[in-house]
């Protein structure tokens, strides 16, 4: 893509953008809960708006029912997968890209602080349940077609597209749909990029080549034939809760190792070259912080904790069915209870050699107690862990376009999390496979409050240029580019003070223009009136990221006793 070409389309996303947030709040009403199945109309629903657009954009489309499938006891239809086909230049790349339409459950009371079936905007940020996951990165593969159809601009690559609705809960029919369709719809396509994770901070986008794999287990200990009353047996009766407590006690220390022997035996040593990897990263402890509204974590270096969460094996807890877990006080001995906890594996495990070690020690750490309780140890789901070469032809290319957009070489990382269709993906076309995030590491998908942040300002676009009329840059002040400081003020820049910068040239009065009103703008122009200088924000060279904010924005800036004008 050339560069006139690639400001072109830059240009008439940033025009659209508000449009396309309204697109995304259409999405965003809809709750495409695949794992309720109360809501597998909705799932069908989100289906067919998804289709509708891809048609409006004349995209080839083939649907696939995947059949029925059993769910809390009801037999309900698998929502479709959903392929599409762009541009056939046998000159061109085919990239096949990969995307779900359903999503987590959500409910206000869970803690959102807004409705999570209702996209609000807030600081920059677009709240509202699949804004991060996985929605908004489907239809932005869309908007970038429609700007190539709407400026007359030939698409660089041909696309094929495979648009899921039950990846959040188990992706039922996509694996043998991959494999069946490796040899005809998906038969073109030289690479796959998934965009389904994320940076692995807030403000420098990456490339993600290696992902853990997942095995999911349950042990249930089985006592007496109904729940007892621990008043009359207590003392009496191998309780079921006891036995599986000190089970669970016997997996992982308070420091995660894991206790299960040999479990650590298959992973690959550290080579020199990813020790290299790791120290080149943008990443601080406080984005897992912030991330996780704590500052437990266990490890003492960046290093060692990227370590732990991404190249090693970690087992977590999960909880306890069949207990009591309500409030108040119930002294109840329940008769049967399940434990549940999974293994993150990493490459060089197995999953079947997992499943057998975990299974023989549990059993074996059961005996010990020499209980009469029965116990029970399965595997519910597996899948093995992702590592790719980047150094292959499609992260090349990737890289130089994340650099092209966002002036900066992404980092190369992996993920502690499981995206099983990665490698479904380069099985069965034995293609080369990346995964591209869209959204930062503090999005909290799956969490309450998630939310999404476009990106406003573009660089080496029309957008962020200095106006032709600017004859002299005295100097540049840099905001917003460390991690977790939001720094919307080019008085809170970076390495240079601007204040000083303006006291030493004896300069008196402020003139504030640019992008985002109401928040570089408006945080802007706050700090130089409370710096001294007086302060004058010319109305007609700003721009909002929502013009409904507009004039709330500009009453409350008035309300600072910042002066508006017009511009001569």
């Known amino acids: 893509m050339t560069q006139n070409t690639f400001s072109k389309v830059s240009e008439y996303i940033k025009q659209n953008e508000q449009r396309y947030i309204e697109k995304l709040r259409d999405a965003v009403a809809i709750p495409s809960v695949s794992g309720d199945i109360n809501r597998r109309a909705d799932v069908f629903k989100m289906g067919k708006w ?8 004349n995209i080839t489309i083939k ?42 459950p959500a409910l206000l009371s869970d803690g959102w602080n807004t409705d999570p079936w209702t996209l609000v905007e807030k600081e920059g940020k677009l709240y509202g349940r699949g804004s991060t996951d996985d929605k908004a990165p489907v239809i932005s593969w869309l908007w970038v077609i429609e700007a190539h159809q709407k400026l007359g601009l030939d698409m660089p690559v041909n696309v094929l597209m495979c648009f899921e609705g039950m990846e959040e809960s188990g992706s039922e029919g996509l694996d043998d749909l991959i494999h069946s369709e490796s040899t005809k719809f998906f038969k073109t396509a030289d690479c796959v990029c998934i965009s389904d994770n994320y940076w692995l901070g807030t403000t420098k986008p990456c490339l993600t080549y290696g992902l853990r794999g997942v095995s999911y287990f349950q042990i249930s200990i089985k006592g007496p034939g109904k729940d007892l009353h621990s008043g009359l047996f207590g003392g009496a ?16 220390t308070p420091e995660g190792k894991i206790l299960v022997p040999s479990i650590y035996d298959d992973v690959a040593p550290v080579t020199e070259a990813e020790e290299k990897m790791y120290e080149t990263l943008d990443f601080s402890f406080k984005d897992v912080h912030n991330a996780t509204e704590s500052t437990n974590t266990i490890h003492k270096t960046e290093k060692e904790l990227l370590m732990a969460r991404w190249r090693y094996p970690s087992l977590s807890l999960h909880g306890i069915e069949g207990a009591f877990y309500s409030s108040g006080a119930k002294t109840v001995i329940p008769a049967k209870v399940i434990g549940k906890f999974s293994i993150r594996s990493v490459p060089n495990q197995d999953p079947a050699r997992l499943t057998q070690i975990v299974t023989d020690y549990v059993n074996s750490e059961f005996k010990k107690l020499n209980s009469k309780n029965v116990i029970g140890i399965e595997c519910l789901h597996e899948g093995k862990a992702w590592l790719a070469d980047v150094n292959d032809w499609n ?9 092209k957009v966002f002036g900066v070489k992404p980092d190369m990382t992996r993920e ?30 799956h969490s309450t409050n998630e939310k999404h942040r476009p990106v406003h300002c ?18 540049t002040i840099e905001k917003g580019t460390l991690q977790h400081l939001e720094a919307y003020s080019g008085f809170k820049g970076e390495e240079k003070d601007l204040n000083s910068i303006l006291k030493k040239l004896k300069i008196k009065r402020v003139f504030i223009v640019g992008f985002c009103t109401e928040y570089c703008v408006k945080a802007t122009a706050v700090d130089s009136l409370s710096n001294g200088f007086e302060t004058l924000v010319i109305t007609d060279l700003i721009c909002p990221v929502n013009k409904l904010n507009e004039e709330v924005v500009f009453t409350e800036m008035k309300g600072c006793g910042l002066k508006l004008i017009e511009s001569f």
């Open 50 to 57: 998804l289709v509708d657009e891809m048609q409006r954009l």
């Open 63 to 104: 649907q696939h029912l995947p059949g029925k499938h059993m769910m809390d006891g009801v037999e309900a239809e698998l929502p479709p997968i959903i392929m599409g086909s762009y541009g056939s230049d046998e000159k061109k790349k085919t990239v096949l890209v990969y995307g779900h339409y359903d999503v987590q």
């Open 237 to 252: 009766v191998h309780e079921p809760m006891t036995d599986l407590v000190l089970l669970l006690s016997k997996l992982v």
């Open 395 to 403: 992260f090349r290319s990737a890289a130089t376009a994340i650099e």
């Open 416 to 445: 502690g999390g499981s995206i099983p269709v990665t490698l479904t993906f380069q099985e069965a076309l034995q293609k080369s496979v990346l995964l591209l995030p869209m959204g930062r590491s503090d999005d909290g998908a």
């Open 458 to 475: 573009v660089r080496n676009t029309k957008g962020a240029d200095f106006p032709p009329n600017f004859p002299e840059v005295e100097t």
